[in-house]
């Protein structure tokens, strides 16, 4: 998947592109349904299939101060997306002089005149343009005047009636329901970064872990989960491994910050420095604070053993 991280860098090969429009934070199902119609009509006029989106999401551009939400990161989101075959990924840079561009000059411009696209896909509730004046009926008639097709999707529902919502898959996140936001995110949630060096105490009691920050990321439920885990490259990249993480501050040892650290099962990979994707599958039980190391460890086995017996291994 080739990624365009400017409109500068918009090359001829890129123009004529189906692309759905929207932020796609998580990727889940009801955006994959406005990403799947955009592949089918693609597929119908032989076009590649793009997704054009916006970093950073244009909620912390406005909210610079508000605490995290996010549910990927821009690269968590890429190789999601690429997951779904998408061909060319449109990541504008959004900032204060694409906040002031008209919804107008947004189709105009942008869509038509630098992108090329032969046709858009929406959502049903997207709004765009300086104070979000654009909506997907003025979209619709805008891109017919100048040529090109223009489609809405409409809502989707689960099965209790609701609609497909990242805000419902925090909620789930925040409760320690890690089964619940997969089932609307269509795959686990994941915490995806740069593996970090710590104080290597894991390997003082016989659990190893790869450390992880949460970043931009919203902040789940603290405590202990069963996981899966892949590298993006180098060795063992590409292969799904299992293991057990505990998601907290780490009270026994009086550490400071939220921390992933993940403890992979059978195996001996050298994972300082390297992009880790680790997959929440099921919540084993809330973080707390141990009288000791030996009573540390001794929990630590014990949440392994469980970890294995929900992943099946």
């Known amino acids: 998947m080739k990624i365009v991280r400017s409109l500068d860098a918009v090359e001829p090969q890129h123009r004529g592109a189906v692309a759905a429009i929207g932020n796609f934070d998580g990727v889940h199902l009801g955006h994959r349904a406005v990403i799947g119609e955009a592949a089918r009509i693609a597929g119908d006029l032989h076009a ?4 054009l989106t916006f970093e950073p999401h244009p909620r912390r551009f406005f909210q610079p101060d508000a605490a995290a939400f996010r549910l990927t990161t821009s690269q968590g989101r890429a190789s999601r997306l690429e997951e779904l ?3 060319v990924l449109f990541e504008l840079p959004f900032d204060d002089a694409f906040a002031h561009v008209a919804a107008e000059s947004f189709v105009d411009d942008i ?3 630098t992108l090329g696209l032969r046709h858009v896909v929406v959502g049903y509730d997207f709004n765009f343009g300086h104070r979000r004046r654009g909506t997907p009926d003025m979209l ?6 100048l040529g090109f097709g223009a489609t809405r999707v409409s809502a989707v529902h ?9 805000s419902r898959i925090r909620q789930c996140l925040a409760e320690g329901d890690p089964r619940g936001a997969a089932s609307l995110l269509g795959s686990p949630w994941e915490i995806d970064g740069i593996v970090e060096e710590g104080d290597r105490r894991g390997r003082t009691i016989g659990f190893p872990t790869a450390n992880l920050r949460l970043g931009s990321l919203i902040c789940p439920k603290l405590g202990v989960y069963a996981v899966r885990a892949v590298l993006a490259d180098g060795e063992g990249a590409g292969t799904w491994m299992t293991g057990v993480a505990n998601l907290g501050v780490r009270p026994t040892v009086n550490d400071r910050g939220v921390l992933l650290e993940t ?5 001996s990979i050298e994972l300082y420095g390297r992009r880790l994707r680790v997959r929440l599958v099921d919540f084993i039980r809330p973080e707390r604070k141990f009288g000791g190391l030996d009573e540390l460890k001794a929990q630590i086995a014990a949440d392994a053993a469980r970890a294995r017996e929900m992943l099946g291994v």
């Open 48 to 51: 590649p299939l793009a997704v």
């Open 85 to 87: 075959g998408v061909d």
């Open 111 to 113: 869509l038509y005149d």
């Open 140 to 145: 619709i008639e805008r891109a017919g005047h």
């Open 158 to 166: 689960e099965s209790d009636g609701a609609v497909y919502s990242s």
């Open 263 to 267: 403890h992979l099962f059978d195996r």
